[in-house]
């Protein structure tokens, strides 16, 4: 792959990626209260024309930004070549695909995405949230799951529940995160399609990165593992999960952030977990980029 199709993009809405080697940043700032969170379908089309003009048609991995903006994962995906099939590979401590009736945020956009007629299949590897647990089952848009769209890939919770429904062949569970990479990579061996990569950093312990969001199991050699399983290459990759202070000025959002219960950053240790967060990116990016076509 030549350095110009290599080359980082920084989507800069909240300020929070830090330098990267031949990045190239896209100014998004006034983008970040329309955006952050959640979104109407409407702002969502706007976005997506902005990002076709603004992108090169070649481009390395896209950073997002705090995971509030998950959801611009769907703009990126839904613009490559609809005739190339393609799976998605979501690590995420989140389905990222409950119930939203006000267009679409960051926990809702996966559904969209398994609705592309080019995506083959979306994995949702390392959730540990409850939001697959039988207390938030209604939640989870089941079209996707019930049509051999979507897999959840968890990790000790409790999802018996799919069994009642008929729809235990998406979900798979596993004790600990070794168990449930080895299965993954297993899977992968008969795997025939390149693959798109999106990881939200809430999907490691809190020791690996901090994140504004409840955090899960993953370190960092488990999810290299899995990108170097994807042995047919990546056709794009993004990546969230940073931290950043914002206050909302809508009360909705407002409201809806509280209901979500995302936990406060705690200023006076942000500039440790950015460095922390940067020193992962790093890491990452030297994995995609193995993996790279």
Not at 129 to 134: N, P
Not at 174 to 198: G, I, K, W
Request: hydrophobic share 40%; glycine share 6%.
């Amino acid at each position: 792959m030549s350095e110009i199709a290599n080359r980082p993009v920084v989507l800069d809405i909240d300020r929070s990626v830090g330098p990267l080697r031949d990045r190239l940043v896209v100014p998004l700032e006034h983008w970040q209260e329309s955006l952050r969170f959640a979104c109407s379908l409407a702002t969502m089309r706007r976005f997506a024309v902005a990002l076709d003009e603004l992108l090169p048609a070649d481009h390395g991995t896209v950073f997002l930004g705090s995971g509030d903006f998950h959801h611009l994962s769907w703009p990126l995906i839904a613009r490559l070549p609809a005739d190339r099939p393609f799976q998605v590979v979501v690590l995420d401590n989140h389905p990222d695909n409950m119930r939203f009736p006000f267009g679409v945020h960051c926990g809702s956009w996966v559904r969209k995405v398994a609705m592309l007629a080019q995506v083959s299949h979306v994995h949702v590897l390392g959730i540990t949230s409850t939001d697959i647990g039988s207390g938030h089952a209604w939640e989870n848009y089941l079209t996707p799951l019930r049509r051999q769209k979507l897999t959840y890939w968890s990790i000790g919770v409790d999802t018996e529940w799919s069994q009642r429904l008929g729809l235990a062949h998406a979900f798979r569970n596993f004790d600990t995160p070794e168990a449930m990479v080895d299965a993954f990579v297993d899977s992968q061996r008969t795997q025939t399609l390149p693959s798109y990569l999106s990881i939200d950093k809430d999907v490691f312990a809190a020791e690996v990165a901090r994140t504004n969001w409840d955090q899960g199991r993953l370190l960092t050699r488990h999810a290299l593992s899995m990108i170097d399983s994807l042995r047919h290459g990546l056709v794009g990759s993004d990546i969230n999960g940073e931290v950043s202070h914002y206050r909302y000025r809508s009360w909705w959002k407002r409201r809806l952030s509280a209901m979500d219960e995302q936990p406060e950053i705690d200023p006076a240790m942000l500039d440790e977990w950015q460095a922390q967060q940067h020193a992962l990116n790093l890491q990452l990016l030297a994995g995609i980029a193995a993996r790279s076509v």
